[in-house]
């Protein structure tokens, strides 16, 4: 396991905890074990050590990838998932005014066999375990490849950002009509997305 030494003190003053306390018995399933604290996704230490990796990955330093290859049962194939920030124009009209507001979220896409998978049926390989390491070198082929794809598939992903901006504005329409609002939202996507990471899975041997 990999120390985190700069952000010891921190996550320590926000657990609670002084910094001459050096155990401390951590839980991740109910029931607790009594003199354990139950730590949840949304619980600070998650939330502190997920900030730390994120930002380091992104200003590419060392030991921080944005990728990872892995081997698990759970698939035949190798799967490679893709983790997209889109952007979306918002384009508001009401009478004679308007205006464009700028939107942004995170979603996930796949490539399986040379297929490009829509968001919803990434889900269930976001939920694999690791069962196995896959070594660097071959972990390096894959991720080669996964660029690859992603750069020759542009076309496609744009065409799941623009099914994904039809359901952006059609939630908007219900929304403004549920409220009794005038005017209309029209939603495209901005540009291409930014990738932030890859996830490559590869099938368990044996």
């Known amino acids: 396991m990999r120390a985190f030494p700069r952000v010891a003190l921190p996550l320590g003053q926000t657990l609670g905890r002084r910094q001459e306390e050096r155990t401390l018995r951590l839980a991740f399933q109910d029931p607790v074990p009594e003199g354990a604290l139950y730590v949840g996704r949304n619980h600070p230490l998650v939330v502190g050590l997920a900030r730390y990796a994120f930002e380091r990955a992104l ?68 939920r694999l375990s690791p069962e196995d390491n896959v070594p660097k070198e071959e972990a390096q082929v894959h991720l080669e490849r996964a660029l690859r794809f992603f750069s020759e598939g542009q076309e496609g992903i744009m065409e799941v950002l623009k099914s994904r901006a039809r359901k952006l504005q059609e939630d908007h329409r219900r929304v403004r009509q549920a409220a009794q609002m005038t005017g209309r939202v029209e939603v495209v996507p901005a540009d291409l997305p930014d990738l932030l990471g890859v996830r490559i899975l590869v099938p368990k041997r044996g």
């Open 59 to 126: 200003r590419r330093e060392e030991d921080f990838g944005r990728y990872t290859a892995l081997r698990t049962s759970g698939v035949d194939r190798v799967v490679y998932l893709y983790l997209l920030r889109p952007r979306y124009l918002l384009r508001l009209s009401r009478g004679q005014a308007g205006g464009e507001v700028l939107g942004e979220e995170v979603l996930s896409v796949a490539y399986r066999g040379g297929e490009l998978l829509p968001p919803e049926e990434t889900q269930a390989f976001l």
